[in-house]
Each structure stands twice: as structure tokens, then as C-alpha cells.
């Protein structure tokens, strides 16, 4: 049977430093799903995830380590392969900073998990924390 592949955008990071459920659900399909994510993206949730732990009373320390053992998981691609599908990424994209993990997905042929409005509706099937579970056990 085939890998399924998913790519993870900046907020699905962020929300697997921050609480329990997003790291659970990778931890839990790691061996049976490839979990992608563009080099920029991993750049945008180191960014944001200090400040915002800070802000929800969390130990930031502890968050960013998260954020490590989370990418001994999921696969960082570099922001270099992405080039070919760039166009087509911000012709379909509302937010142009949202390009990266919507060009992977388009390399890579696959779904993108994302809270971030902005990917619903660009041809490419998206999947929410609260949806993704449907996706990665059948």
C-alpha cells in the first residue's frame, strides 16, 4: 500500500508547539504518512512560536524544543525546490506569504493541513485538525 503524503502549513506547526492534539496525530500516523512541509513555513512558525507561548502562559523554552522534535518527524523541503510551482501557487492564493506549502502540495500532489482560511478553495484538498483524522485513517 502507498504512503499517504501530507503537507503541513505554518499553523499546524505552531499548533503542534502550542497543545497536545496536533503532535498526537502526527506521533500516531508517522508510520503510515509522510508529513511535508516548506523550509519557509518552518521559518514563519519559529518566528511566532516564542511570542505566542509567552502570550498563553506557556514555557517558550519547551515550545521551540517542540517545534524540533516535531521536524524529526515531518520532512523539511527547501524553499530552493519550490521554484517550478511558485506561479501557479500565488495565481491560486489569496495571501501571497501563503505560497510555499501551497506550491509543495502542488509538487507533491497532495493535501495540505491548514486552519488558515486562505487555502480553502485553490484546488487542492485541505484538512483541518478537527477533519484531518478522516484523512489519515482511511
Known sequence: MERKRLVLEANILIRG???LRVRALIAHYADQ???F???ANVAEAATYVTDLARKKGLDAEVCAEALLSLLLIV???EN???GSAKEEALARIRDKDDWPALAL???LECAIWTED???FGIGIATWTTNTVERYLES
Request: hydrophobic fraction near 55%; aromatic fraction near 10%; include cysteine.
Open 33 to 35: 504518512v509522510d508529513f
Open 80 to 82: 530552493s525546490v519550490l
Open 105 to 107: 502540495a502542488l509538487q
Open 117 to 119: 482560511q486562505d487555502f
Open 17 to 19: 508547539c502550542l497543545g
Open 75 to 77: 520532512q523539511v523541503v
Open 37 to 39: 512541509v516548506a523550509e
